[in-house]
């Protein structure tokens, strides 16, 4: 049974980066699919934010390409996002999920941004 897990903090400061790592279980990440990451601002619709293969290739949203990083640690299974210069408006809930059909999903994590 694969499971994600989001983790990371809760609150960041404008202009920070924000960091979320997500581990994986049951699973290997670099054994094959797309690796996903998406958040929900309050009130709005799910955005997909970038992905990792298991190749190790990345592939970003062009609207936050230049904002977005997503790499990986093999050897803790997990793959991680951050989100540079952040804004109020980067509130959000941040979810990982797994493959083209994204058939697993972590529970998301809020991450706030306020000074």
């Known amino acids: 049974q694969v499971q994600l897990q989001e983790s990371g903090p809760g609150l960041v400061k404008p202009s920070q980066t924000l960091s979320l790592t997500c581990t994986v279980s049951g699973a290997s990440i670099t054994a094959n699919s797309y690796w996903n990451w998406f958040r929900q601002p309050p009130g709005k619709g799910l955005e997909w934010m970038g992905a990792i293969h298991y190749s190790g290739a990345t592939y970003y949203s062009p609207s936050l390409k230049s904002r977005t990083s997503i790499s990986r640690d093999t050897s803790k299974n997990q793959f991680t996002l951050q989100l540079s210069s952040v804004t109020p408006e980067d509130t959000a809930v941040y979810y990982c999920?797994?493959?083209?059909?994204?058939?697993?999903w972590g529970q998301g994590t809020l991450v706030t941004v306020s000074s």
């Open positions: 999920a797994r493959g083209i059909s994204l058939e697993v």
